[in-house]
């Protein structure tokens, strides 16, 4: 297996645009998170999904964060408006029932806002 | 206060020395993860432990329910072991559930 894999792999962009980040899943898993990490705030939760539908997203900083996962094989992180603060480098992870709940980090993708 | 606390945040240690990270976590967490992030930012679990004892090459990682405390050991540490260790709390009891991290302990191994 690929692993979970995530795009872009780093993204730079000015104050105010839109930004999506992408995921993929390791295949058969049935969970999906979403982690941001700083040098301020460390890795943090952001939202997890289970079987597609969201189950805490109380990690979510504000309304300009957005999280879908409109299949079992596909999530997105969507910024809009992006802000400087918003700089860090986001992680996706996996896990399921067969691999005892471990979580299976991806590469991540370090924004960068200006 | 972090419901996940790691100590020590930095060590530097000579090859082949055993090390010892230790984490403590507040009461809720249910189980503990211990990562490893490289220089190069990818994360590995490492270990996934509710109770006991794993063991991993050279890499054990224990827990203590009733103190709330888990250990991570390398033994005949090497320059490769270098990176962030990072111990990361699971709430509920069954399945899967976002981690809460410690803020991670910078280990160097100089040859």
């Known amino acids: 297996d690929a692993g979970v894999i995530q795009s872009p792999r780093h993204e730079v962009t000015e104050m105010g645009q839109e930004v999506t980040l992408r995921c993929k899943p390791i295949?058969?898993?049935?969970?999906l998170f979403w982690y941001r990490q700083t040098m301020m705030r460390g890795l943090e939760l952001l939202i997890y999904?289970?079987?597609?539908?969201?189950?805490?997203d109380s990690g979510m900083p504000e309304d300009r964060f957005s999280a879908k996962m409109p299949n079992a094989s596909f999530s997105t992180l969507k910024i809009q408006p992006s802000e400087p603060r918003d700089s860090a480098v986001y992680f996706c992870a996996s896990s399921s029932w067969t691999v005892a709940y471990e979580q299976y980090f991806g590469p991540g993708t370090r924004l960068t806002v200006t | 206060k972090n419901e996940v606390e790691q100590s020590p945040q930095n060590l530097t240690a000579q090859e082949g020395e055993f090390i010892t990270i230790n984490c403590s976590y507040s009461?809720?967490?249910?189980?503990l993860h211990w990562l490893q992030q490289h220089p190069g930012g990818g994360i590995v679990s490492l270990f996934m432990?509710?109770?006991g004892k794993k063991k991993h090459g050279r890499l054990i990682a224990t827990i203590n329910i009733q103190e709330k405390h888990s250990s991570l050991h390398i033994t005949a540490s090497h320059p490769r072991d270098s990176a962030v260790y990072i111990c990361?709390?699971?709430?509920?009891?069954?399945?899967?559930?976002?981690?809460?991290f410690g803020k991670g302990t910078h280990l160097i191994i100089q040859p």
């Open positions: 295949s058969g898993h049935d969970y």
């Open positions: 999904f289970n079987n597609n539908v969201p189950i805490d």
């Open positions: 009461v809720g967490i249910s189980a």
């Open positions: 990361a709390g699971k709430h509920s009891g069954g399945g899967a559930d976002g981690l809460t």
């Open positions: 432990l509710s109770s």
